[in-house]
């Protein structure tokens, strides 16, 4: 783990910017002249490649002369994915101005 991403405050392991050496088992030890106590938790840091499974575009889109568009683009991935778009051969839609995005 890396220095200055890990914290002890009043007894509360903080670990900020998580990544996936980060994951493991981690051990609250606690002692006084009574005796010594032990608590563990794991901590799983994941992360997963973008996916469409549980939010799919819609395949078909049928709209009217003069209306709007709203495509929806919301894959499930850690960390965020980037979003570009493209139509057809084109790439990226940049005559669309679409911006990169994360979400």
Same mark, same amino acid.
């Given at each position: ?20 050496? +980060?994951?493991?088992?981690? =051990? ?12 563990? /938790?794991?901590? =799983?840091? !994941?992360?997963? /490649?973008? +996916? ?11 709209? =009217?002369?003069? #209306?709007? /568009?709203?495509?929806?683009?919301? @894959?499930?991935?850690?960390?965020? /994915? ?9 790439? @990226? !839609? ?7 995005? #994360?979400?």
């Amino acid at each position: 783990m890396h220095k200055g991403r890990i914290q002890n405050e009043n007894g509360a392991l903080i670990i900020t910017n998580l990544n996936l050496t +980060d994951s493991g088992i981690y =051990q609250c030890i606690a002692e006084n002249k009574h005796g010594t106590i032990y608590s563990s /938790a794991e901590l =799983q840091v !994941v992360a997963s /490649a973008p +996916d469409f499974s549980r939010s799919p575009m819609k395949e078909l889109i049928q709209l =009217q002369i003069g #209306s709007s /568009a709203h495509f929806e683009c919301k @894959p499930k991935a850690s960390p965020k /994915a980037s979003i570009t778009w493209r139509k057809g051969d084109l790439f @990226p !839609v940049a005559w669309l101005n679409v911006k990169r995005v #994360s979400c």
